[in-house]
């Protein structure tokens, strides 16, 4: 089995700052794709941004320039720097791998999601 847990998530003024976090473990042989995609009440799961294996990366127009990501390939890790943050940022954000286990199996895992309000 492939996990995913992230952490980072919480309340911020508008114009602030916030990093996402996002480790993969498990039977996790490789990593293709690794990205973060979001849910605002009533609305549906959008991508947000997303970084290749070979580290392309690609972002929603409405966070190009303000939101950065990043990852670590030794650590199966995914990082979303997120700044000048705005209140219709407000969203869960979820982590979303791609990849293969160590039977060749592809794997696509979510993660349970945490919650980014940006509020005055």
């Known amino acids: 089995q492939v996990q995913v847990v992230e952490s980072g998530g919480g309340l911020v003024q508008p114009g602030g700052s916030l990093r996402l976090s996002c480790a993969a473990s498990?039977?996790?042989?490789?990593?293709?794709?690794m990205g973060w995609f979001r849910q605002a009440p009533g609305k549906q799961r959008e991508l947000v941004a997303v970084?290749?294996?070979?580290?392309?990366?690609n972002y929603q127009d409405s966070v190009k320039g303000r939101f950065t990501i990043s990852r670590d390939t030794a650590k199966n890790a995914v990082y979303l720097q997120m700044n000048s943050l705005k209140p219709e940022d407000t969203a869960v954000y979820y982590c979303?791998?791609?990849?293969?286990?160590?039977?060749?199996?592809?794997?696509?895992?979510w993660g349970q999601g945490t919650l980014v309000t940006v509020s005055s």
């Open positions: 979303h791998v791609i990849g293969r286990d160590w039977s060749s199996r592809n794997v696509e895992v």
């Open positions: 970084v290749t294996s070979g580290g392309r990366t």
């Open positions: 498990g039977s996790i042989f490789s990593i293709n794709h």
